[in-house]
């Protein structure tokens, strides 16, 4: 049972684009949601997050949306940059879970110069 | 901030031998850690919950007597390996929660490469 689905395994974008990532989830108790940046033999890098009674959060190049009602949230990445590409990883966590995270199964990112 | 160190970065052992990695929190103090293992090409699978003073959870499926979690203080945690096999090669990586603002962040370690012969 995946609870938290991420249907695009990559993404290929031009240098200067926006990059927008997307992630399902079908678990209504998640409340905190977080993207994750990983290289390869790397640990993931935490890059912004968003609670469920927001919207939108914002972080530099880097926007999180949240839709409750569609359980969808996305990454915005403008602009992108050659560095951006890496696997990215989208994940939640349940009030009252010990802050346990339910991963997506990530999507790769190229951004092409 | 919210730094996260593993060591090693890298082991190679023999088959049957124990391989013992550190988790530390570097610059805060963590009640909880997590322990993942990453296959080739797969997202993070947990393995277990470390809470600090007190017994492990561990995920469906983790044999708790092969993978020992300790976590003596609020900045370390260690997970041993016992006998290890070659099945048991993976990349393995460790979180520490940091509650800042009512959430709790997780902020991973650089990971280790365990490579059993």
């Known amino acids: 049972d995946q609870q938290v689905k991420q249907n695009s395994p990559s993404l290929s974008v031009q240098e200067g684009r926006i990059s927008i990532l997307n992630c399902d989830y079908t678990?209504?108790?998640?409340?905190?949601f977080l993207w994750y940046k990983k290289y390869p033999a790397e640990g993931p890098t935490f890059l912004i997050s968003?609670?469920?009674?927001?919207d939108k959060n914002e972080d530099g190049r880097f926007t999180v949306f949240l839709n409750k009602s569609a359980k969808h949230l996305s990454l915005h990445i403008v602009p992108s940059q050659p560095g951006d590409s890496a696997v990215y990883f989208c994940?939640?966590?349940?009030?009252?879970?010990?802050?346990?995270?339910?991963f997506g199964q990530g999507t790769t990112l190229q951004v092409k110069p | 901030g919210a730094v996260v160190s593993q060591h090693p970065s890298r082991v190679i052992c023999k088959s049957g031998t124990s391989v013992k990695i550190e988790c530390r929190s570097l610059?805060?103090?963590?009640?909880?850690m997590f322990w993942y293992r990453q296959f080739p090409k797969q997202s993070l699978m947990l393995m277990a919950t470390?809470?600090?003073?007190?017994?492990?959870?561990?995920e469906q499926g983790v044999e708790k007597d092969k993978f020992l979690i300790n976590h003596a203080s609020l900045t370390l945690s260690t997970l041993t390996v016992t006998s290890a096999h070659p099945e048991d090669s993976s990349f393995y990586i460790c979180?520490?929660?940091?509650?800042?603002?009512?959430?709790?962040?997780?902020?991973f370690g650089p990971g280790t490469r365990l490579t059993v012969l």
């Open positions: 979180s520490a929660s940091l509650r800042a603002g009512g959430a709790d962040t997780q902020y």
């Open positions: 678990n209504s108790m998640f409340d905190y």
């Open positions: 968003i609670s469920s009674i927001k």
């Open positions: 610059d805060f103090q963590a009640t909880t």
């Open positions: 994940a939640a966590s349940e009030a009252g879970n010990t802050g346990k995270l339910i």
């Open positions: 470390s809470n600090e003073g007190s017994k492990a959870t561990y």
